[in-house]
């Protein structure tokens, strides 16, 4: 089975400052249809997940475009220009090759 | 706007089987726009999908559930429903239903509701 790692655990950032969350995928991450279905959600304390980016590096409509997700192989990256306070949570890559996995979470908090 | 909302009881005793409900508002869930998701979350851990509907009927579990899970959908009450059997202490867990708009795109989500598996 797949396995997706996402690094860091926890990320200590100040306000205004850059972040960046990596996700590994453990084997290809290409689906049989030849598209890669990686995600992002965000997780805010106490509310359900929310999606920002899906296949890769496309954002949702709505989402602030300080969000941002870019990848290739096995290898993909969230990156948020300026943190602002809202964006305090857990946030989750989730890959589906044939059917949705998740990395276990990184916890963005402000410093 | 699409909204979700899931219902059911929040308590299930071991072996038994949960039963949840996710009522569809502002979108027909004859439509095809969806499929109609259900994801998990155990206290303080991650997320896990559970399987989804298509409006045609056809389904799709989580190969670790398949044995124990069944979703349906009420076209005429616009609500699609959960069945997991079975039911162990380990699946205890915030259950959310979703629409996905497809390409594993989940972009609605229901609030979610806390099922506890206790005797």
């Known amino acids: 089975d797949i396995v997706m790692t996402q690094t860091p655990v926890s990320s200590p950032v100040t306000l205004g400052q850059p972040a960046s969350i990596s996700c590994r995928s453990s084997?290809?991450?290409?689906?049989?249809?030849?598209?890669?279905?990686l995600s992002w959600l965000q997780q805010r304390p106490g509310q359900p997940p929310r999606l920002l980016i899906y296949?890769?590096?496309n954002r949702l409509s709505g989402v602030p475009d300080r969000f941002s997700g870019s990848g290739a192989g096995t290898d993909f990256t969230l990156k948020i220009s300026r943190v602002e306070a809202e964006d305090v949570g857990v946030y989750y890559c989730?890959?589906?090759?044939?059917?949705?996995?998740f990395g276990q979470g990184t916890k963005l908090e402000i410093k | 706007q699409v909204q979700l909302q899931e219902s059911g009881p929040g308590l299930v005793k071991p072996s038994q089987t949960l039963s949840l409900t996710c009522s569809v508002s502002?979108?027909?869930?004859?439509?095809?726009?969806?499929?109609w998701s259900w994801f998990r979350q155990p206290p303080g851990k991650g997320l896990e999908w559970i399987g989804y509907?298509?409006?045609?009927?056809?389904?799709f579990y989580n190969p670790s559930l398949t044995s124990r899970v069944t979703i349906s959908v009420d076209t005429s009450k616009n609500q699609f429903s959960l069945k997991l059997s079975s039911v162990t202490a380990a699946d205890t867990a915030v259950y959310y239903c979703?629409?996905?708009?497809?390409?594993?795109?989940?972009?609605?989500w229901g609030k979610g509701t806390t099922v506890t598996v206790s005797s």
């Open positions: 979703v629409g996905d708009l497809g390409a594993w795109k989940p972009d609605v």
């Open positions: 502002g979108a027909s869930i004859s439509s095809g726009n969806y499929f």
């Open positions: 509907i298509y409006y045609s009927g056809t389904t």
């Open positions: 084997q290809s991450p290409v689906h049989s249809d030849g598209n890669t279905y």
């Open positions: 296949k890769i590096s």
């Open positions: 989730m890959l589906a090759t044939q059917f949705p996995l």
